[in-house]
């Protein structure tokens, strides 16, 4: 393994029927210099034993307790990495074979890049169509933000994490936003690049994360996120608002009659 390989933190919590398509599409990688840390969050059914499966000296495999908070999950695996570069796959996503090749490409052409993502396509049970826009490069963070076109798939983010100003952990305090609270803070930091390629499957399908909580509950924490943002004078308060008021429009909080 060279001195700067890429690391992959991939969560997984009862996934027996779709962590080996996960784990196929980085195995399949043209670029072969990554290690994977998967995390079992105290799975109920044989996740880690598909995992304990493969007999590949760059998969490692933690199993602990559950705790139910993907972001701890995360960092438990963050924590536990050796690469220079940090990629994420959610162990029910799928990478197009060149996707690390791709971010690479970028990152070594770019010595002040800090943060890569991608665009991606959507398979499962009712598919969306997710468009994927052109290559930009720079300081992408107000059009990441604003943009309500770009889909921000975990599944598609690496940091280079010597860039010090990035976050190189996920907040802990939420359990439905704190991927996107990672992404913006990361974008708004440094330097980045949005890769206008679909280099990642996101499946759609009745245990998807997110499904399992309601709308107000989301609703409540990406409000909270913006409050911090906006307390970390990351969002304006003029753009605090427009967020804020943007999502209280989409999702109108439930009336107390």
Do not use: C
């Not at 398509?21 to 670029?31: K, N």
């Not at 940090?86 to 943060?115: N, Q």
């Not at 009745?206 to 107000?216: A, M």
């Amino acid at each position: 393994m060279s001195e700067s390989p890429v690391s992959i933190v991939m969560p997984v919590f009862n996934r027996e029927y779709t962590v080996a398509d996960a784990i196929d599409s980085v195995i399949r990688q043209t670029y072969a210099d990554w290690e994977l840390v998967a995390v079992d969050d105290g799975s109920s059914d044989g996740s880690a034993d598909v995992i304990r499966r493969y007999d590949d000296p760059r998969i490692r495999l933690y199993t602990r307790p559950h705790v139910g908070n993907i972001a701890r999950v995360r960092n438990f695996g963050l924590q536990r990495t050796n690469g220079r570069y940090i990629a994420h796959l959610d162990s029910d996503d799928i990478w197009r074979d060149d996707k690390l090749e791709v971010h690479m490409t970028h990152f070594r052409a770019d010595p002040l890049l800090g943060v890569a993502i991608s665009g991606g396509v959507q398979f499962g049970n009712d598919a969306d169509a997710m468009p994927v826009h052109g290559t930009r490069v720079g300081q992408l963070f107000k059009q990441l933000v604003f943009d309500q076109r770009y889909y921000l798939l975990t599944s598609s983010v690496m940091v280079d994490r010597r860039a010090k100003t990035l976050p190189l952990a996920f907040n802990e305090k939420w359990s439905s936003v704190s991927e996107v609270d990672y992404i913006f803070r990361a974008f708004h930091q440094t330097r980045g690049v949005y890769i206008g390629q679909p280099l990642v499957k996101y499946r759609k399908h009745d245990g998807n994360y997110h499904k399992t909580l309601p709308d107000s509950w989301v609703t409540r924490e990406m409000l909270e996120m913006y409050e911090a943002l906006h307390a970390d004078a990351i969002l304006s308060r003029t753009q605090y608002k427009r967020l804020s008021a943007r999502l209280t429009r989409k999702y109108p909080p439930a009336s107390s009659a």
